[in-house]
């Protein structure tokens, strides 16, 4: 079948990428197009338009761009009615998606519409969910509280588990049993990493990254990495600070392996970073300061940022944004995360949460299976609700407690081998399950 797929940001080209690859395993003769990155282009298909041409975020930027972002709108019209694909497959990014899915369906009715993770409309823009309901054939959503909230809709979906779980377990896997040459393969000393996230796209840099970067640089006994994300270059965070410590790129997973503490910018990146038990505080730059929170705070339906949060359902990781992303606050919070020992505890103990709630490694596999199943009805697709719910160290890590040292040595050394351990047992889990 034909498949023409759209994600507008770099978590979107990943979880785009996994999923095409489950559809491929399903379907051989399976054709791709798609608006998306490098990781989507990797696994084969054509590349339309890169999302780096289309991460325009607020409402200044995309004025500032708005002829770009109607000259994206008019290309992946055009393109979608040359290609008629069978499928079309949004991934998240909203304002750009439900434009396109109102078209398809309005010209092209024959064509399904599948969203494969859900906006986020139970946080701000509910009156999405009638677009939503006109114009997507089927939702499926990556966050456990969703299914549940749609249903208050009266819009059923289809809750697959979620796609970090895949990447997180797939990557655990593939480093087990290797040699661990990080630190020397780029070139960094034995002190223990501080791992900077300061976001996907260049707008999210320039505005984090400085007050990172101060905070930081109270800590020089450790050493900080900035993970950097696809699509951009060295220059896109030497243009912000020109005494930017190392980036590295392609290794954001291996970075926080290694870190014994994180600055994450709000989204994807915080639950990756609660996967791989690393402690964190989650920052966010928003335009108006104190204001900004004030209205985040008001007006939207939702009381955190952060996914950690979100699926925990409290607060685990604290987050600093709006009027509370200062240089004092997030040093504060950094410090209480070296120091105390029973504070990183709790923390750890929150992601255990997370990571049960999360669900098993599969988001993927059951997606694509959603989608096949609409054109050819299988009896092969294991809804997420029959397979048991793990516990958190069937698959990653269990934190240990361990014996209270002091600040000087608890955050000192990278973490061991221990947090690469039960994947196998995971997948296991699941083709036990399935072959039930």
Same mark, same amino acid.
């Given at each position: ?12 080209d990943?979880?785009? &990428? ?19 990155? $490098?990781?989507m ?10 999302y ?26 055009r393109? =979608?009615v ?10 998240d ?22 969203y ?10 509910? *009156? ?7 114009? =997507?054939?089927?939702m499926?959503?990556?966050?456990p509280?969703?299914?549940?909230? *749609?249903?208050?809709?009266g819009?059923?979906?289809?809750? @697959?588990?979620?796609?970090? @779980? ?7 896997? &593939?480093?087990? $049993? ?6 020397f393969?780029?070139k960094?000393s ?9 976001? &996907?796209?260049k707008?999210?840099?320039? %505005? ?6 101060? @905070?930081?640089a ?22 912000v600070? #020109? ?7 392609g ?12 600055l994450? #910018?709000?989204?994807?990146a ?13 920052c ?11 209205v985040?705070? #008001? ?9 950690v ?6 607060? @685990?990781?604290?987050?600093?944004y ?7 606050? =997030? *040093? ?6 070296i120091?105390d020992?029973? *504070?990183?505890?709790r923390m750890?103990?929150?992601?255990d ?23 050819v009805p ?9 397979l %048991? ?19 000087? &040595? ?15 047992q ?11």
């Amino acid at each position: 079948m034909k498949y023409y797929l759209i994600a507008g940001e770099a978590s979107g080209d990943l979880h785009a &990428s996994n999923l095409m690859k489950a559809l491929k395993r399903k379907d051989t003769a399976a054709e791709f197009r798609f608006f998306g990155g $490098d990781m989507m282009k990797a696994v084969g298909g054509e590349l339309v338009r890169h999302y780096r041409d289309m991460a325009f975020m607020g409402v200044i930027p995309v004025l500032m761009n708005l002829r770009k972002v109607l000259s994206n709108l008019s290309v992946c019209r055009r393109d =979608v009615v040359s290609f008629h694909p069978d499928a079309l497959i949004l991934i998240d990014y909203p304002g750009f998606n439900l434009k396109i899915a109102r078209y398809v369906k309005e010209q092209m009715p024959d064509i399904k519409v599948f969203y494969y993770i859900s906006p986020k409309i139970w946080a701000w823009k509910k *009156y999405r969910i009638k677009a939503i309901r006109r114009y =997507v054939d089927r939702m499926m959503c990556i966050l456990p509280f969703e299914k549940e909230f *749609y249903a208050g809709l009266g819009y059923n979906v289809d809750y @697959v588990g979620n796609p970090c @779980v895949d990447s997180v377990s797939a990557f655990l896997e &593939s480093v087990k $049993d290797k040699p661990d040459n990080f630190l020397f393969n780029n070139k960094l000393s034995e002190k223990p990493v501080l791992a900077i996230l300061p976001g &996907s796209r260049k707008a999210e840099i320039a %505005q984090n990254l400085p007050v990172m970067l101060s @905070v930081v640089a109270q800590y020089p006994e450790y050493q900080v990495v900035i993970a950097g994300a696809p699509g951009l270059t060295a220059d896109d965070y030497s243009d912000v600070a #020109t005494k930017s410590p190392a980036v590295i790129f392609g290794q954001t997973y291996n970075i926080l392996r290694h870190s014994a503490v994180a600055l994450v #910018t709000s989204g994807t990146a915080t639950l990756e970073t609660a996967l791989l038990r690393v402690p964190q505080i989650v920052c966010y730059y928003i335009t108006g300061g104190r204001f900004s929170s004030f209205v985040f705070r #008001t007006f939207f339906h939702t009381p955190f940022i952060s996914l950690v949060n979100l699926i925990a359902g409290r607060e @685990v990781v604290k987050e600093l944004y709006g009027g509370d992303f200062t240089v004092g606050k =997030v *040093y504060c919070e950094l410090k209480r995360i070296i120091e105390d020992a029973d *504070y990183r505890h709790r923390m750890m103990d929150g992601y255990d949460e997370v990571i049960g709630r999360a669900g098993l490694p599969g988001a993927s596999e059951r997606a694509a299976g959603l989608i096949i199943d609409c054109f050819v009805p299988r009896n092969d697709v294991i809804p997420l609700s029959s397979l %048991q719910t793990p516990s958190p160290s069937s698959f990653f890590p269990q934190a240990k407690k361990k014996k209270r040292t002091p600040p000087s &040595s608890s955050l000192r050394t990278p973490p061991s081998s221990s947090l690469r351990t039960n994947v196998k047992q995971s997948i296991n889990i699941q083709n036990d399950e399935q072959d039930k």
